[in-house]
């Protein structure tokens, strides 16, 4: 069809939808359950949506890692597998998609992105440094902790607030940083720990003005820029749709333009790169090279396999490629938009803009009578699945955990419960009946009581930790 016919079709039915650049071929049926046996579920749970099993789960939107469905392509990739321990094929494909998507030179395999971020830290942080970031991430806060770092929050103050409408909540606030180097000295400073988009701000993305900035001010002090890559795809979808003279760039060019100003990256595979498992650090420094290859043998496994198969790495090479076309992305996050306008238009609270990965409910403003210590967000998440076997997260002061020196509580501004959509594995009517859940709960929201936590583990505790009701 030509253009010109295609744009009067378009104006006679008023509306052009976009639709998924695949259909589907292989198909995994749900359980539906009652209430009953979900209550139940739920109170062996601890209250605690990890510690459902997934056959009590009906949509399951906890998490968007590892949850992706891989494509034909990249199942039969997975016969491709070179299991040799040394020298796999398949690695050398995944370093050239890492070095033609990403830009970067030298290559380390880790299972997942926290193995990634351990060997990092590791690697750069020397105790009672500084590592400024644009708002923290559980594991990421923690393994750089763990090597003796102190994170400080330098992200603007929009991200703190889930109505501002800022189109890049991401962003670093320069002013913040430079206040940290001219405090502690630029020395003191480990490196700067940028992550696109930004989840806990809610799926938030980076302006590339932002990064190009930063690094300016950066190279003036000698400070290095690493970035976490875990949903950059996506960040370089909204810098496409919102930034000014990036409407006819691809992604693929977003991508590179926005990592040539870092100077490393660790990824979580899991989510972007369309795989199950797998991570990966990609860094410039010959030096730095170095030490994290020799590092990944020590926890990982051997240079060329960093604890995965050779399988896992050629689905791995094949999803980079996937994940940066441009049809992928723009239905991906499609999606995201679909579920978070539906709710907008009910009048449910969510965090605004919508984010890449997410939809995040606010869960004070679902439970305002609720004090932050009776974990509204938790509620929220319990809440949804006993109405209708949702599975949700907990983003709130269960996740945020304790102040590594004082003990206290964080209090985190932001109380969300996350409804984390996988790619490319539920349709548009899956997403109905969630907006659907989501408005029956939120109709119900006076008679809730909040909850109380009756077990706390040491690390990362939003994962284990149980509660009962008030
Ligand atoms: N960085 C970001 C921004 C993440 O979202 C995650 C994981 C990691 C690093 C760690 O990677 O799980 O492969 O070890 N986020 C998951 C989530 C767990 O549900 O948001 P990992």
């Not at 590592?131 to 929050?153: A, C, K, V, W």
């Not at 760039?249 to 870092?262: D, K």
């Not at 109905?432 to 109709?443: F, I, L, Q, T």
């Given at each position: 069809m030509n253009s010109q016919s295609s744009q009067t079709m378009g104006q006679q039915s008023g509306r052009r939808s976009w639709?998924?650049?695949?259909?589907?071929?292989?198909?995994?049926?749900?359980?539906?359950?009652?209430?009953?046996?979900?209550?139940?579920?739920?109170?062996?749970?601890?209250?605690?949506?990890?510690?459902?099993?997934s056959e009590d789960v009906y949509i399951d939107l906890l998490t968007d890692s590892g949850t992706s469905a891989m494509s034909d392509r990249q199942w039969a990739g997975m016969m491709l597998g070179d299991e040799a321990y040394a020298g796999s094929r398949n690695f050398y494909h995944l370093e050239a998609a890492i070095q033609k998507y990403y830009g970067y030179k030298y290559i380390v395999p880790t299972h997942q992105g926290r193995g990634a971020e351990h060997l990092i830290s590791r690697t750069v942080i020397k105790p009672g440094q500084l590592i400024p970031g644009n708002m923290y991430f559980t594991t990421t806060r923690l393994h750089q902790e763990l090597s003796?770092?102190?994170?400080?929050?330098?992200?603007?103050?929009?991200?703190?607030?889930?109505?501002?409408?800022?189109?890049?909540?991401?962003?670093?606030?320069?002013?913040?940083?430079?206040?940290?180097i001219d405090q502690h000295g630029a020395k003191q400073i480990a490196y700067i720990s940028v992550a696109g988009t930004v989840n806990m701000a809610g799926g938030q993305p980076v302006s590339m003005a932002n990064v190009r900035a930063l690094r300016a001010l950066c190279q003036k002090h000698g400070i290095k820029v690493y970035l976490d890559a875990t949903r950059m795809m996506e960040n370089a979808y909204f810098i496409q749709q919102r930034e000014e003279g990036y409407a006819d760039r691809s992604i693929a060019q977003i991508l590179r333009e926005f990592c040539s100003y870092t100077d490393a990256a660790w990824m979580s595979a899991k989510k972007d790169n369309l795989v199950n498992i797998g991570g990966w650090l990609a860094v410039n420094d010959w030096d730095l090279f170095e030490e994290l290859r020799n590092l990944v043998v020590v926890y990982e496994g051997l240079h060329t396999y960093g604890g995965l198969a050779g399988r896992d790495l050629e689905a791995l090479a094949i999803g980079i490629e996937e994940s940066a076309q441009d049809q992928h992305i723009r239905s991906r996050i499609g999606q995201v938009l679909y579920l978070g306008e539906l709710l907008s238009q009910w009048g449910i609270p969510i965090v605004q803009p919508i984010g890449g990965h997410a939809i995040f409910l606010d869960a004070r403003a679902f439970y305002p009578h609720l004090k932050q210590i009776e974990f509204p967000a938790q509620t929220l998440a319990a809440e949804l699945y006993l109405d209708s076997g949702i599975r949700s997260m907990e983003r709130g002061?269960?996740?945020?955990?304790?102040?590594?020196?004082?003990?206290?509580?964080?209090?985190?501004?932001?109380?969300?419960?996350?409804?984390?959509?996988?790619?490319?594995?539920?349709?548009?009517?899956?997403?109905?009946?969630v907006a659907e859940s989501v408005k029956a709960v939120y109709d119900a929201r006076q008679s809730v009581r909040g909850l109380k936590m009756v077990y706390e583990p040491k690390y990362l505790r939003f994962f284990q930790a149980r509660f009962e009701p008030l």
């Amino acid at each position: 069809m030509n253009s010109q016919s295609s744009q009067t079709m378009g104006q006679q039915s008023g509306r052009r939808s976009w639709a998924e650049p695949w259909k589907i071929k292989v198909v995994e049926p749900l359980t539906m359950t009652t209430r009953e046996e979900r209550k139940k579920a739920l109170v062996e749970a601890g209250y605690n949506t990890f510690l459902l099993r997934s056959e009590d789960v009906y949509i399951d939107l906890l998490t968007d890692s590892g949850t992706s469905a891989m494509s034909d392509r990249q199942w039969a990739g997975m016969m491709l597998g070179d299991e040799a321990y040394a020298g796999s094929r398949n690695f050398y494909h995944l370093e050239a998609a890492i070095q033609k998507y990403y830009g970067y030179k030298y290559i380390v395999p880790t299972h997942q992105g926290r193995g990634a971020e351990h060997l990092i830290s590791r690697t750069v942080i020397k105790p009672g440094q500084l590592i400024p970031g644009n708002m923290y991430f559980t594991t990421t806060r923690l393994h750089q902790e763990l090597s003796g770092g102190i994170f400080h929050d330098v992200i603007i103050d929009e991200a703190h607030d889930p109505n501002s409408l800022h189109p890049f909540k991401g962003n670093i606030d320069l002013d913040k940083v430079q206040a940290l180097i001219d405090q502690h000295g630029a020395k003191q400073i480990a490196y700067i720990s940028v992550a696109g988009t930004v989840n806990m701000a809610g799926g938030q993305p980076v302006s590339m003005a932002n990064v190009r900035a930063l690094r300016a001010l950066c190279q003036k002090h000698g400070i290095k820029v690493y970035l976490d890559a875990t949903r950059m795809m996506e960040n370089a979808y909204f810098i496409q749709q919102r930034e000014e003279g990036y409407a006819d760039r691809s992604i693929a060019q977003i991508l590179r333009e926005f990592c040539s100003y870092t100077d490393a990256a660790w990824m979580s595979a899991k989510k972007d790169n369309l795989v199950n498992i797998g991570g990966w650090l990609a860094v410039n420094d010959w030096d730095l090279f170095e030490e994290l290859r020799n590092l990944v043998v020590v926890y990982e496994g051997l240079h060329t396999y960093g604890g995965l198969a050779g399988r896992d790495l050629e689905a791995l090479a094949i999803g980079i490629e996937e994940s940066a076309q441009d049809q992928h992305i723009r239905s991906r996050i499609g999606q995201v938009l679909y579920l978070g306008e539906l709710l907008s238009q009910w009048g449910i609270p969510i965090v605004q803009p919508i984010g890449g990965h997410a939809i995040f409910l606010d869960a004070r403003a679902f439970y305002p009578h609720l004090k932050q210590i009776e974990f509204p967000a938790q509620t929220l998440a319990a809440e949804l699945y006993l109405d209708s076997g949702i599975r949700s997260m907990e983003r709130g002061i269960a996740s945020a955990g304790r102040d590594a020196t004082t003990g206290d509580h964080y209090y985190p501004k932001l109380e969300l419960t996350r409804l984390t959509i996988p790619r490319r594995v539920y349709t548009q009517a899956h997403m109905d009946v969630v907006a659907e859940s989501v408005k029956a709960v939120y109709d119900a929201r006076q008679s809730v009581r909040g909850l109380k936590m009756v077990y706390e583990p040491k690390y990362l505790r939003f994962f284990q930790a149980r509660f009962e009701p008030l």
